[in-house]
């Protein structure tokens, strides 16, 4: 009986190790890839400076092994280590599902072991050798027999396993979650020196009535209409973010004088753009602010995002938290602001342009742009630069396909363009009525099942069939959120574009692009040199 009890438990041990490995297979892969990237993290933070210091002699044997390669490779000391410790983990949690402490607390130990020894061998960048090896493969070798030998229920094990596989799961959700979340609080909030700023701007606004006198003069210029000079507008809240863009344009510009810039602010800020544009020169350029709030025309009755807007339950979808599998960051509040969506009204708000190049408030510009206004749009109405080099900025990325009106009517692997620097021939605008197609999609779009928050996404179906490409060194994005953007790119750039989380007046802006952003900030300003010190 004892011998024929002995046989039955063999083949239930097979059959238990064979459950634990396929269960834990994915795990391995899992556990060798964070140790590569942790190891490859390592070397970026402390590795390179004590390069630096080495010799020569250091740098060729540390280059000698890909650790990569050693960790993926069936022979290596190191492959056998990362396998057997992935199972260990596993034992951990069952030895302690089943109250088998003193098991639990071995295996954790000689895991400690093993992790110690692999990162040595990364560190030092060469194999682990068998001397090393051997003594820790043994001692993890007896205790998972220990474990196997155990009986544990393999049913009950393989349950305990997906409840633990669902409780990181949901632990890792709700962290990328947080994540995104305070990222966007740190993105939002507004640094106390541009408060500061605001602050003593509305202050000159209201106390000064020869600034209000002199924006009343230079609210009739005929200049704001002459389609000889070159227009340029800008829709934001931010003085000190559009300050640099007007700085940047003109200080780049061949002929500064010849060009307008139209700015478009909300109430609050009104004040404060009008009495910074109005207290400095700006290469003797002409400079209009106007308020949002006082385009009696844009109202509910007309354009649909504000009946949206003013909709209880289409503020929550714009403003709303984690629901319907929509990321918090795509729910960000600028969304509800109506600057950020008067980009569709151009010709509205200037009826007697011809052209316009529109200009969003976190770019700079580095060339001179007003050859964009000799360009051939072949009878387009927006000029944009492309950005489908990258796989993700194709139209099925932004855009319900499953809803059959939109799968009806356009391409999914058409390119995506980007706002932000674009050239807008308000003449054929109005020909191709380019607005009424905004206010159809804004309408089919009303349940917010058509496409994510933003205005890209309505953009892109705006002006299908009417995007001119442009040449890509006009408009080069993403340096406000990619660390990694080819120098040439962007000094051959004529706009680079801070788009992202990452802007330039922030703390969290990218240290290696925030140059190009400050040095068009007027540092000399005694506002600007009283909030920073105080």
């Not at 402390?46 to 020569?56: A, C, I, M, Y």
């Not at 088998?100 to 050798?129: D, F, Y």
């Not at 155990?150 to 393989?158: E, F, N, Q």
Request: include cysteine; charge should be neutral; hydrophobic fraction near 40%.
């Amino acid at each position: 009986m004892r011998r024929r009890a002995a046989e039955y438990r063999r083949p239930v041990r097979r059959r238990f190790s064979y459950w634990i490995w396929a269960l834990f297979g994915l795990f391995s892969i899992a556990g060798l890839v964070l140790l590569v990237v942790h190891h490859n993290q390592h070397e970026d933070r402390v590795e390179q400076p004590v390069l630096e210091r080495n010799t020569g002699l250091d740098q060729v044997a540390h280059e000698s092994l890909n650790f990569t390669e050693e960790i993926l490779s069936a022979r290596s000391f190191s492959r056998q280590l990362a396998e057997q410790m992935t199972l260990a983990k596993a034992y951990v949690i069952i030895a302690k599902e089943h109250n088998n402490l003193h098991l639990a607390w071995e295996l954790s130990s000689k895991i400690r072991n093993c992790q110690l020894l692999l990162s040595k061998a990364a560190m030092r960048g060469e194999p682990v050798t068998l001397e090393e090896a051997e003594p820790i493969i043994k001692s993890l070798s007896y205790l998972i027999f220990r474990a196997e030998d155990a009986h544990y229920d393999i049913a009950t094990t393989i349950m305990t396993m997906k409840s633990h596989i669902q409780a990181l799961e949901e632990r890792a959700n709700a962290a990328t979650v947080q994540s995104t979340v305070f990222g966007q609080l740190a993105a939002e909030a507004l640094p106390k020196s541009l408060h500061c700023l605001n602050v003593k701007l509305t202050a000159d606004w209201l106390r000064k009535p020869s600034l209000q006198e002199l924006a009343d003069e230079k609210r009739n210029s005929p200049r704001l209409m002459d389609n000889n000079l070159y227009h340029f507008c800008i829709f934001s809240d931010n003085v000190l973010a559009t300050s640099v863009v007007v700085n940047s344009t003109v200080s780049n510009a061949d002929h500064p004088k010849q060009l307008v810039f139209h700015i478009v602010t909300n109430g609050i800020n009104y004040g404060t753009m009008q009495a910074w544009f109005l207290s400095n020169d700006f290469k003797g350029s002409t400079i209009e602010v106007q308020n949002v709030e006082e385009f009696s025309w844009f109202n509910a009755s007309y354009a649909p995002i504000m009946k949206q807007l003013l909709n209880a339950d289409s503020r929550a979808y714009y403003i709303g938290g984690y629901q319907d599998n929509v990321a918090p960051k795509l729910r960000s509040p600028k969304y509800q602001s109506l600057l950020n969506h008067l980009r569709f009204y151009i010709p509205e708000i200037y009826p007697q342009l011809e052209k316009v190049v529109f200009l969003d408030d976190d770019v700079v510009v580095q060339k001179d742009l007003t050859p964009l206004f000799s360009l051939d749009l072949h009878g387009n109405v927006n000029g944009a630069v492309e950005t489908c080099l990258e796989a993700f900025h194709r139209y099925y990325k932004y855009l319900n396909f499953s809803n059959t009106i939109i799968s009806s009517k356009f391409d999914p692997q058409a390119c995506g363009w980007a706002f932000g620097m674009n050239v807008f021939d308000l003449i054929a605008w109005k020909k191709a009525n380019v607005t009424a197609r905004y206010h159809y999609w804004q309408e089919q779009n009303a349940d917010g099942t058509l496409w994510r928050v933003g205005t890209l996404p309505p953009g892109l179906l705006t002006f299908y069939g009417l995007t001119e490409p442009l040449d890509r060194r006009w408009h080069v994005l993403g340096l406000g959120y990619d660390l990694n953007i080819d120098n040439r790119l962007i000094e051959s750039a004529a706009v680079v574009h801070f788009n992202g989380f990452m802007k330039p007046w922030l703390k969290l802006a990218i240290e290696r692009y925030k140059p190009l952003w400050e040095r068009y900030v007027n540092q000399s300003h005694p506002y600007l040199q009283d909030c920073v010190t105080s």
